[in-house]
């Protein structure tokens, strides 16, 4: 039989994205059917960019962010209250997906969607849900109302979201630094987070550097120090991002990036799981755009932890400042990249990280009635 999966991506960011497109070849062309789901027109765009189509399963959950990727945690939790409790919203994604459902074996959700999370809970739906999650990811879920609500609700939130994820079929905790061996047992497997096969590009991208900036990103201060900052240290750059797509020099997606980011002498990123993957496995060092955004705060905690080459950048509203912090930041880092970056080995981890994914997911579907 078959093997037959619905992928539902968030697109609050694009790491979910990347990931998905990532997988979804890679299960396509290991012979499984697999129909696409996410929840917003960009993001639907964005996929289609790397030759996937999907359908939106609806846009009213989303998580908020300002111009400079600070989440909004009070709009965000208007909006997912919102979603859950009007009638016409999350009621209806269920019913939407229950259709989907029918002579499927999975539904994956990467990340976090909360109707899948209701589904994922209940005796009929929870034998086909697996839950795809950033470690950072989770821990900033359970710990949302920590700050503003201490106590009682706090604790109560944290047992319902950790109930909710834990029932499910299984759970994919990945991390950039997770090694392909690590396991927790059923229903958790901890796997490295995917990364893209980078091409071997010609040396001249040994003298840029690659930025990605994902959507959340508009403001244009930021942008122009940015640029500015790491033209003061030398280095040109191909700049990617959906926020600045049509700002001279940028570009809104570019399928190809992952192969700039292994070429280059350094990345441009915020700390988010797909860009610290790409620093870790092709071994290139990376300049972390850092704002207030709970689980890529973590990962660059973690990226100090592990000793990837890096520098830290803020955005506090001065551009000056933030062009001399870029400036540094480039320069420091510039003396680890002068070895050739090591794509060809880089490939064979890439490939080994998607490879295990798809196989577990494959073995998850046998058994299990469509």
Known sequence: ????????????ARGHLMRAQLLVHALRQAGAEVEVLTTSTAGQTFLAGFGIASTILSQHYAVQFDTRQNMLRAATNRNVAHYMFHPARMLRDIVRLQRSLRGAQLLVNDSFHPAVLFMGALPFWRRKVVHVYGVSLRQALVANFDGPHPGLFSRLFRRVV?????????????????????????PHQRLPTPVALAALLDGANLRGAAIYLNPH???????????AGIADAGLTAHRVGEGY???????GVDADWPSRAASARVIVSAPGMAALSIALVYGRPIVLVLTDQPEQVSNAARATQLGIAHRVVTWRGDAADFRRQVAQAVTALQPDSQVLPTVAAGRIQAQARVDAWTGRLLALCSGVAA
Do not use: K, N, S
């Not at 039989?1 to 609050?12: E, G, H, N």
């Not at 990103?217 to 640029?227: G, H, N, Q, S, T």
């Not at 797509?245 to 570009?251: F, K, V």
């Open 1 to 12: 039989m078959t093997p037959r999966i619905v992928y539902l991506a968030t697109a609050d």
């Open 162 to 186: 950790d109930w909710q994820i834990d029932t499910a079929r299984a759970c994919f905790e990945h991390d950039f630094a997770y090694a392909l061996a690590e396991q927790d047992g059923r």
């Open 217 to 227: 990103f508009r403001d244009p201060r930021l942008a122009d120090a940015l640029c």
């Open 245 to 251: 797509a049509q700002r001279d020099g940028w570009t």
